[in-house]
């Protein structure tokens, strides 16, 4: 026995699954192209991985005025402290 509206979340359901696989065959199709140009052009550009956050606890009066710098630099913070890091421990 169905609730009052089962069958409505079952197709509702069903549309978001036929939505998500189409979704994810377009985003593949879309990552094969990015290597496949990138592989005939013979730079020597690197694919970009999947981001993840990095996080630490600082006192706000340093990230206010870290920030504060980098906006006068044109900088994002997160330019800043990659560089950094890549200066100091260098790239994979």
Same mark, same amino acid.
Request: net charge positive; charged share 35%; proline share 2%.
């Given at each position: 026995?169905? @609730?009052?509206?089962?069958? &409505?979340?079952?197709?509702? #359901?069903?549309s978001? @699954? !036929?939505?998500? @696989?189409?979704?994810?065959? /377009? @985003?593949?199709?879309? /990552?094969?192209?990015?290597?496949?140009?990138? !592989?005939?052009?013979?730079?020597? =550009?690197?694919v970009?991985? *999947? =981001?993840?956050? &990095?996080?630490?606890?600082?006192?706000?009066?340093?990230?206010?005025?870290?920030?504060? =710098?980098?906006? #006068? !630099?044109?900088?994002? &913070?997160? =330019? $800043? $402290?990659?560089?950094?890091?890549?200066?100091?421990?260098? *790239?994979?």
């Open positions: 026995m169905t @609730s009052k509206y089962g069958h &409505l979340l079952k197709k509702a #359901r069903q978001n @699954s !036929e939505s998500e @696989s189409k979704n994810e065959s /377009a @985003s593949s199709n879309t /990552a094969k192209q990015k290597t496949v140009n990138t !592989e005939n052009t013979g730079d020597t =550009e690197t970009k991985e *999947k =981001e993840v956050s &990095l996080t630490i606890k600082v006192p706000i009066s340093w990230r206010q005025h870290w920030v504060a =710098e980098c906006k #006068r !630099e044109g900088k994002t &913070l997160k =330019e $800043v $402290v990659t560089e950094m890091l890549a200066e100091k421990y260098g *790239k994979p």
